[in-house]
């Protein structure tokens, strides 16, 4: 009785592992053909589609009010809102000057550098517009954050959406690949083939995740 | 009746090709999508350098402080090779003021700084390890959009760069095919396409705040 209603929910958990593998796959599928194209793009920097043209537009000036807030980032945000610049602030290399505020805003779209003589009250602005295709490229690595710079970090709504999209399709990639792995191994006919390519592709990757940690530079 | 047996053997064909070439890149599709969770979020502290060493009597190639791009790159290789560091050279910076040349070298499992006193003959290498996340990591921007005529100075970049670009030509592959294979279950056309629609919406909408 037992045995027989462990196969039951055996049973169920086979149908709906196969049903998650192409619901996720069919959700997800733009996101896939994006990262993909992208991916190949941002590795093939000299292909035409691949450029980024950088031209910024006449810069301009606007008077604004002494921008309120505790930090750099609220004064930065405040100055973005009188401006009606949106994006993710990123600060320059260089520290800030005294009595200047000086920053940039980024989303894929359009990058802003906002230039601020605190005591004038004046704000120098300039900005770069790209095509839909640029900022298609950019979005694959569009997160408002760089692991090696602590100090970056997401401070508009937009990125943080985006970074949920990027992580929720990472784990969905994740449970389909973990899935078809059952999927194959519930074939017994598929087995060894399927052992083959799977051994082929652990060691192409093994050998550049951990082989050339000690084994190719000694 | 032809035809039929036609489309059956097609089917079967893709079914399985489906099958082997998604187990072989699977290992890639894993490496990609974990290093997404610490390309978003980890924070790690490159300043911190695992050991430090200084070489003497460094032999430094006639021509390298006035050598641009790959050239560089080549010069650079040479004085690399005497301090006992393997990767991808990032880039040749040359402080004429100061004599010296900064070389920095990457590879999975390590970053180095190759820091030449070309007056002095001598190099102090500091090297950082990085752990496996990051090592993947740095897979998954390898060969990168930034410097083209450098990149893939390091045998093992290039390699990389065709399984890099194998993976997405595979992945594009096998969702193409899973395409077909899913429209094949007549029973499952519907949720189906309501996941489609539902994940077009989610990405234009998406799209349409980064990109318009």
């Known amino acids: 009785m037992a045995s027989r209603s462990n196969r039951g929910i055996g049973a169920v958990l086979e149908t709906w592992n196969r049903k998650l593998h192409y619901y996720l796959g069919l959700y997800f599928l733009l996101f896939i053909w994006l990262f993909s194209l992208t991916g190949l793009l941002l590795n093939h920097p000299r292909w035409a589609l691949s450029r980024i043209p950088n031209e910024p537009n006449p810069p301009y000036e606007r008077t604004i009010e002494l921008p309120s807030g505790a930090t750099d980032v609220a004064r930065a945000t405040d100055v973005a809102r009188q401006l009606g610049v949106s994006g993710e602030i990123d600060w320059p290399q260089t520290t800030q000057t005294l009595g200047r505020l000086d920053f940039n805003m980024t989303y894929p779209k ?3 550098q906002i230039r601020v003589d605190l005591a004038r009250k004046r704000a120098t602005v300039q900005q770069v517009d790209r095509s839909f295709w640029s900022a298609f490229r950019i979005s694959h690595t569009f997160s408002g954050s760089r692991y090696n710079n602590p100090g970056m970090t997401r401070d508009w709504w937009l990125t943080s959406v985006w970074v949920v999209a990027m992580d929720a399709l990472a ?16 074939l017994k006919p598929k ?28 | 009746m032809a035809k039929a ?14 099958l082997y070439l998604g187990l072989f890149v699977s290992p890639f599709v894993i490496a990609f999508a974990a290093s997404v969770f610490f390309l978003n979020h980890a924070r ?20 390298i402080e006035t050598a641009r791009g790959r050239e560089a790159v080549d010069l650079a290789r040479t004085i690399v090779n005497q301090v006992g560091v393997t990767g991808e050279i990032g880039f040749v910076r040359v402080i004429r003021k100061e004599q010296r040349l900064v070389i920095p070298v990457s590879r999975p499992g ?16 500091s090297r950082r390890l990085t752990g496996l996340l990051e090592s993947v990591s740095y897979l998954h921007k390898t060969p990168g959009p930034h410097n083209a005529d450098l990149r893939g ?21 096998i969702s193409a095919t899973g395409l077909y294979l899913w429209l094949a279950i007549k029973a499952e056309r519907r949720i189906g396409f309501a996941l489609l629609a539902a994940g077009a919406v989610s990405f234009v909408g998406l799209l349409y705040g980064l990109a318009f």
Do not use: Q
Not at chain 2, 44 to 63: C, E, H, N, Y
Not at chain 2, 111 to 125: G, Y
Not at chain 2, 155 to 166: K, P
């Open chain 2, 44 to 63: 790690v502290d490159v300043g911190a350098s695992t050991s430090t060493a200084t070489f003497r009597d460094v032999t430094i190639p006639p021509g």
């Open chain 1, 110 to 112: 359009r990058a802003t």
């Open chain 2, 153 to 173: 100075n390091w045998l093992w970049t290039r390699v990389w760069r065709w399984l890099a670009d194998g993976t997405v030509y595979l992945v594009l592959f």
């Open chain 1, 171 to 186: 784990a969905g990639l994740l449970v389909m690949v973990f899935g078809s792995y059952y999927m194959w191994y519930r």
């Open chain 1, 191 to 218: 087995r060894t083939l399927g052992w083959i390519a799977l051994t082929a592709g652990c060691v192409a990757c093994g050998l550049f995740v951990f082989g050339l940690h000690s084994v190719i530079s000694g």
């Open chain 2, 110 to 125: 390590l970053e180095a700084i190759v820091d030449v006193d070309v007056s002095m003959r001598t190099a102090a290498v």
């Open chain 2, 5 to 18: 047996s036609t489309e059956k053997a097609f089917y079967r064909w893709t079914r399985d090709l489906h």
